[in-house]
């Protein structure tokens, strides 16, 4: 099927309005690889008739199918291995001292905000158990969300394919953390227990989630533009006491934010601490439209 740009616009409108994804006609052959087929499904003649039928009120399902089509959910375990070295060798050693000062020393929360299919999620958790050795005395919780409900439906049900698992998982953890049940290799509730798998929007307020200790955004702010990105950033820093460690993807430079978002380094691992208050910019002017 063969679509001209013109044509198109409305939709890409619309899929930004959903998910925040930004493309753009240079994308089409995205479109087509990825909704001619939701067209053919529906008995729809042209990308036209598809945004204009998913935006009327009723059609939930429909938009939803848009969101499961668009969106990339490429993910490993342990991806890039640096930022889960900073977490196992920094991030909580530090968070753990600083957590003696705190009303709730024992207590911490992580939210993977974009956990597509788990494997971050679980990855996390297996650094918490590696790290701390009496775990299951402290009160934590890994808060994973994403916006797909297929991602979401995997990654609780916490069943990975031959060649998932030996996409970043080292054979000791996979041997420690996994069963092999059939040809699937199942996550132990030791770490299935940690954590809690939501569907959410992250253009949706994030009203009655956090503080979170530590927040994972990986891989995801890349598909989006700048405005959202900024907006869903400044959202985060509210959700995050002043300690708060945010991660990002590898290619997701937040410097272009302002000195509030400036880069801590260790070893190769990139992370940022957007509310300590030695960084605020005096005068930053970030907080307008933003919504919590
Ligand atoms: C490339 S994956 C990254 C997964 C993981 N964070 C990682 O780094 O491996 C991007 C994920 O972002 C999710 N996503 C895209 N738009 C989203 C939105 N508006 N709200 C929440 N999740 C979104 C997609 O469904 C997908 O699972």
């Not at 609780?156 to 996994?178: A, D, I, N, W």
Request: aromatic share 10%.
């Amino acid at each position: 099927m063969t679509h001209r740009a013109a044509e198109v616009a409305e939709l890409i409108e619309l899929i930004q309005k959903l998910c925040g994804v930004c493309l753009n006609e240079s994308k089409l052959y995205l479109l087509e690889t990825r909704l001619d087929e939701i067209l053919v499904r529906h008995g729809l003649a042209s990308y036209q008739e598809l945004a204009r039928a998913a935006a009327s009120p009723g059609a939930l399902k429909l938009r939803q199918e848009i969101i499961e089509a668009i969106t990339t959910r490429e993910t490993l375990f342990f991806r890039d291995e640096a930022p889960f070295q900073a977490l196992q060798h920094k991030v909580l050693p530090e968070l753990i001292d600083l957590k003696e000062k705190t009303p709730f020393p024992r207590r911490i929360r992580i939210w993977s905000a974009a956990c597509s299919t788990g494997q971050e999620p679980y990855s996390i958790a297996i650094v918490l158990r590696e790290t701390i050795p009496n775990v299951d005395a402290w009160d934590v919780q890994i808060l994973a969300t994403d916006i797909s409900q297929e991602a979401i439906d995997k990654a609780s049900c916490g069943e990975y394919e031959p060649f998932e698992v030996q996409r970043g998982l080292p054979q000791r953890l996979l041997h420690k953390y996994f069963q092999q049940q059939g040809k699937v290799w199942r996550v132990r509730d030791s770490l299935r227990w940690m954590i809690k798998f939501e569907r959410r929007n992250l253009l949706d307020p994030f009203t009655g989630l956090g503080p979170f200790d530590i927040v994972f955004c990986r891989n995801v702010l890349i598909y989006f533009d700048k405005p959202t990105r900024r907006d869903i950033l400044l959202r985060l820093c509210r959700v995050m006491p002043e300690y708060g460690y945010l991660f990002v993807g590898s290619s997701e430079y937040l410097g272009e934010f302002g000195p509030q978002f400036r880069p801590q380094h260790h070893c190769r691992a990139v992370y940022y601490r957007p509310n300590l208050p030695a960084q605020q910019p005096q005068q930053s002017g970030l907080g307008s439209g933003a919504s919590v």
